[in-house]
């Protein structure tokens, strides 16, 4: 049981360049979610899933796109990289009704 | 005025000293209270959830009032291992299950 896996841990992006940041879970969870975390800040949402199929946006979505065509993949994709993105980005899941959200160990994206 | 709000520290305390976070939130809809701890460079993980009639585990203490929307978490005999951030973490439980998360206390426990 490997909980939240994110791919890759580091990357970094020159201005325009495109990305997809890999988010996988095997707890069959139905909730999924990408925050950002930037330095010395809490966490902000870009987007999230209640379900396959079933994607919404957060408080900071623009520039981002997110898909959800299985329960256990949520790949949160950048267009055009800008320097504002620079952060580390975290997947993280839910069950259903349980508190606790298990978190992927980040993606520390960096655009140049 | 953000969702969820703490004073960033850092509280810079000598081991076996007793510390206390404080954490506002300002949606009245706000359903379930948590405290996460993270780590430098790391992943949030969840410290313990938060009820009105306050929870205990171990060392730490959450309490909540939602009469004043605020949440505490109180540290006794702090050990160095407690060096982390604190978030204060709020969930409406509503249709998306969000998770909105404070900025977040930084403590470093001393020898």
């Known amino acids: 049981n490997a909980g939240v896996t994110q791919t890759p841990k580091f990357r970094i992006l020159k201005i325009g360049q495109s990305m997809t940041l890999q988010c996988t879970q095997d707890m069959n969870h139905n909730y999924m979610y990408w925050y950002r975390q930037d330095p010395g800040m809490g966490l902000k949402l870009i987007y999230y899933?209640?379900?396959?199929?079933?994607?919404d946006k957060g408080e900071v979505p623009n520039g981002y796109n997110v898909s959800r065509s299985t329960t256990e993949d949520f790949p949160l994709r950048l267009e055009l990289a800008a320097p504002s993105q620079t952060s580390v980005y975290f997947c993280?899941?839910?069950?259903?009704?349980?508190?606790?959200?298990?978190f992927g160990q980040g993606t520390r994206l960096t655009v140049v | 005025r953000k969702e969820v709000e703490q004073d960033p520290g850092p509280f810079n305390v000598p081991e076996g000293a007793t510390v206390a976070f404080n954490c506002t939130y300002s949606?009245?809809?706000?359903?379930?209270f948590f405290w996460y701890r993270q780590d430098c460079r790391k992943e949030p993980k969840l410290l313990m959830s938060?009820?009105?009639s306050g929870n205990e585990d171990g060392r730490f203490t959450a309490q909540l009032n939602r009469a004043s929307q605020y949440i505490s978490l109180l540290i006794r005999d702090s050990k160095l291992s407690d060096s982390a951030t604190y978030l204060c973490v709020v969930n409406r439980n509503n249709a998306g299950n969000m998770l909105t998360f404070g900025g977040g206390t930084r403590l470093m426990v001393k020898p």
């Open positions: 938060v009820y009105s």
């Open positions: 899933s209640v379900g396959a199929g079933i994607t």
């Open positions: 949606n009245s809809a706000s359903q379930s």
């Open positions: 993280a899941s839910i069950r259903g009704g349980a508190p606790e959200a298990f």
